[in-house]
C-alpha cells in the first residue's frame, strides 16, 4: 500500500510532511513519500496488506522447475519431511503454518520437543500449535477435518537439542532417518543475558548436535540453521554474508571447549541464585572480552562456526534475520507470540510514559516481520533442496539494506502516533509526550529519575498526602529506575546502530522467484510500509497480544 492510501484511510497525518496530531515538522514523513514514490515505481512486490487474513491460495500440483517457475517451490515441498526444533517458538510456528497452508500435499513433520512421556508431547503439540490462533486460516481451509490433517501431518518427538543423539529413542530416531528429507534449525536461547552454561550448551553446541544427527538420515538434502543478524558483533560498515569460521574472521584465540569448561566449573562451584547471577556474569564477560555485545549474539555465532567445521560437503543453509517482530501480512497481520523485542520499550512508553531513550534518533531499526522471514527460509530450502551443492550459503533478511530503512526516530513517531490515538490502557488520560533521545546514559538516568520522581509527587498528590516537592524516589521507584537504566544498556548495541546488512545472497535469492512464488512467499524488504506496519499492524497486534496475556 502506498503512503498516500494510508494516509488517506486513517487521516492521521497531513501530506505536507507535518503531524496531524502535534502540528510539528515531521521530516522523515516527507522524506519517506518521495522515497516511497521512488519504490513503487522500481520495486515488483505483491502490495496488497489488507488487514484481513490471506485467502487460502492453490498452485498447479504438476509443477515442473523453468525459468517462468522460478525455483519451483510447492514443487519441492510436494512430498517431503522435515525435523524441525524449537517448534513451539515463535519463527518455527509461523514456518509451520506456512509450510502445512503453502502445500498441502507435505509429508511428515517431526517435531523436536521435551516432554515427560509421549501423553505430555502430544497434550503440548495439541496446546501450543493445533489450538493456537495462529492457525486459524487452515482451521478455515480444512474445516471439521482440521485436526485430523494437523495430526497426520505434526509428529511429535520426546528429545533434547542438549543431548546428544537428541535425546531420542532408538526406534523414533531410525524412523526419522528414515524419511526426513530436511532439517530446520530454530531451536535457541535468545535472552541477551542468559546463562553462560545453558546458551552455550542450546545456542553454540545444540546446532552441532542436530548436524550429526543429520549425517545418519539417509536421504536428507539440506540442513538450515536460523542465526540472527548481529552474530558478526559488528556494529558499523557492512556486514556480509559470509560464513563464520574461527582462524579466518573469528579469532583464533577463541576456543569453544575452553569456553565451555569455564561455563561448566561456574556451574560446580556456585548454587542457587548465586550461581544463576555469576553465570549471567560469566556470559557477559566472555561474550564482551571477544568483541560481542552479549551472550547471546556470540553463542550464536559459536554455533555457526560448529556448523562450518562439521558439515563437511553437505548442504547448509543459514538464515540471518535481524529483529523478528509480528506477521505483516500472513497468515494474518500483527500475529505475535511472547514479548518481543520492541515490546519493553513500548510498554514503558505507553503504560509507564517514559518518554525517554538511549539512542541515537537516526540510527537504523532493522525490524523484518516474521512471516517473510519464515518465506524467505522456504524458499531458501527448495533452491538448495533441489541439488545437491556441497556448500553453505548465508542468507540475510533484513531491511536496511535497502533505500528506505527505517530509523529508530521514524519507530518512536509512529508509535507515539498510534498511542495518542489508541492508547495502551483507559487509565491514560494525558497526552503521551514525543520521545526523547539522550546520546549519554547520564542524561538518560537522569530524566528517567525526574520523571518517576514527578509521577510519584502526583500520585501522592491525588492521595491527599500533599505536594511537596522531593528529589529522592521511593524504593519502588528506585526499582523502576534500575530496571529502565538496565533496559537501556541492553539495548544501546542497537539503539546506536549504525551497520547496514548486505543482502546480495537474499536479493539473488529472489531474483530466481517467479512472480507467482514473489506474491505466495514475499519477503523483499522494499515493500513494507513502515507506518502502516507500525501503526496498523504491529502496535495493534502487540495491543491483542497483551490483551491475550492478561485474560490468561
Not at 90 to 108: D, M, N
Not at 250 to 268: D, F, Q, R, Y
Request: charged share 25%; hydrophobic share 35%.
Amino acid at each position: 500500500m502506498a503512503i498516500t492510501n494510508v494516509l488517506a484511510t486513517r487521516n492521521a497525518v497531513k501530506l505536507d510532511g507535518f503531524s496531524f496530531f502535534s502540528g510539528k515538522p515531521n521530516h522523515f514523513l516527507a522524506q519517506r513519500l518521495s522515497l516511497t514514490t521512488r519504490r513503487v515505481q522500481t520495486c515488483c512486490c505483491y502490495r496488497e496488506t489488507s488487514l484481513k487474513a490471506v485467502t487460502p491460495f492453490m498452485m498447479p500440483d504438476s509443477e515442473t522447475k523453468s525459468d517462468t517457475e522460478g525455483i519451483g517451490i510447492v514443487r519441492f515441498l510436494t512430498g517431503k519431511s522435515y525435523l524441525v526444533t524449537g517448534a513451539t517458538g515463535f519463527l518455527a510456528k509461523v514456518l509451520i503454518e506456512k509450510l502445512l497452508r503453502a502445500s498441502p500435499e507435505i509429508g511428515k513433520i517431526f517435531v523436536l520437543m521435551k516432554s515427560k512421556d509421549q501423553e505430555s508431547a502430544n497434550k503440548r503439540l495439541y496446546d501450543e500449535i493445533i489450538s493456537s490462533d495462529l492457525f486459524k486460516v487452515l482451521k478455515q481451509m480444512h474445516g471439521t477435518s482440521y485436526e485430523a490433517f494437523m495430526k497426520s501431518k505434526l509428529v511429535p518427538v520426546i528429545g533434547d537439542i542438549r543431548e546428544d543423539n537428541l535425546g531420542t529413542e532408538s526406534e523414533i530416531a531410525d524412523k526419522i532417518n528414515e524419511e526426513i528429507d530436511v532439517i530446520i534449525s530454530c531451536a535457541g536461547r535468545t535472552t541477551f543475558d542468559d546463562r553462560y552454561y545453558s546458551a552455550l550448551s542450546v545456542n553454540a553446541l545444540g546446532p552441532g548436535r542436530l548436524l550429526s544427527f543429520g549425517k545418519d538420515c539417509k536421504k536428507l538434502k539440506l540442513f538450515l540453521h536460523f542465526s540472527t543478524a548481529y552474530v558478526t558483533g559488528k556494529k558499523e560498515g557492512t556486514i556480509l554474508e559470509t560464513p563464520l569460521c574461527i582462524g579466518e574472521n573469528i579469532t583464533s584465540n577463541l576456543n569453544i571447549k575452553t569456553e565451555m569448561k569455564l561455563a561448566s566449573e561456574a556451574v560446580k562451584k556456585f548454587h542457587g541464585s548465586e550461581q544463576i547471577k555469576k553465570l549471567k556474569e560469566l556470559g557477559i564477560e566472555r561474550a564482551q572480552y571477544f568483541g560481542w555485545e552479549n551472550v547471546y549474539t556470540f553463542t550464536k555465532a559459536l554455533g555457526e562456526t560448529i556448523i562450518n567445521s562439521k558439515r563437511g560437503k553437505f548442504p547448509v543453509v543459514i538464515i540471518r534475520p535481524s529483529i523478528i517482530e509480528s506477521s505483516y501480512k500472513e497468515p494474518f497481520p500483527g500475529w505475535l507470540q511472547g514479548r518481543r523485542m520492541s515490546v519493553p520499550l513500548i510498554l514503558g512508553y505507553g503504560k509507564e510514559q517514559i518518554s525517554d531513550m538511549w539512542g541515537d534518533y537516526q540510527s537504523f531499526c532493522d525490524i523484518i516481520p516474521v512471516d517473510m522471514v519464515a518465506n524467505a527460509a522456504i524458499a531458501a530450502i527448495a533452491k538448495h533442496g533441489f541439488g545437491d551443492v556441497p556448500e553453505l550459503k548465508v542468507y540475510n533478511v533484513t531491511s536496511t539494506s535497502h533505500a528506505n530503512p527505517l530509523r529508530l526516530g521514524e519507530l518512536a513517531d509512529f508509535s507515539h502516533q498510534h498511542l495518542c490515538d489508541s492508547p495502551l490502557t483507559e487509565t491514560i488520560t494525558k497526552d503521551l509526550e514525543r520521545m526523547k533521545f539522550h546520546s549519554s546514559l547520564e542524561g538518560f538516568t537522569s530524566s528517567v529519575s525526574n520523571t518517576l520522581a514527578k509521577q510519584e509527587i502526583e500520585m501522592n498528590t491525588g492521595e491527599g498526602k500533599g505536594g511537596e516537592s522531593h528529589t529522592t524516589l521511593s524504593i519502588k521507584g528506585k526499582r523502576k529506575l534500575n530496571y529502565f537504566v538496565s533496559l537501556a544498556r541492553t539495548y544501546q548495541p542497537y539503539s546506536f546502530f549504525q551497520a547496514c546488512f548486505d543482502d546480495t545472497n537474499t536479493r539473488s535469492l529472489i531474483q530466481e522467484m517467479s512472480l507467482e512464488e514473489r506474491k505466495v512467499f514475499e519477503f523483499d524488504g522494499r515493500c513494507i510500509d513502515w507506518e502502516h506496519y507500525i501503526v496498523n499492524v504491529h502496535l495493534p497486534g502487540l495491543k491483542r497480544q497483551l490483551f491475550s496475556e492478561r485474560s490468561s
